[in-house]
């Protein structure tokens, strides 16, 4: 009996791989092209590789996104941008931070 339930619990687990699978294939078809090191599905993607570009446009080589690493609220995330040597030029805590810093570099 307990082996029973073992195999099926392992044919419910590959199912639930397989389906996860499928899912992120059919998914948002945005991919980052920022470093991202948050769930994707909780930012605006698009919002983010625009910022993205706008940076690189500027001459900075990459924007992170990472979680704030304090206990608080899921969605607060650090955001840096990186100059071409990899050294943080500057570091926000909003995606509206990093875009005033690029309006701020644009003047």
Known sequence: ???KLNEIKSTLKDIGEKVDQIADKVE???KPKF????DKNNINVK???KCYEKLKELGYKELIVENDGCI???DL?????LDN??????EHYSLKGVNDF??????
């Open 102 to 107: 690029i309006k701020e570099k644009t003047k």
């Open 1 to 3: 009996m307990l082996e």
């Open 28 to 30: 948002a078809g945005v």
């Open 47 to 49: 919002k983010h590789n």
């Open 85 to 90: 040597d990899g050294n943080k030029v500057v």
């Open 77 to 81: 995330y650090r955001y840096k941008v």
């Open 72 to 74: 608080g609220p899921s």
């Open 35 to 38: 470093k991202c090191n948050v």
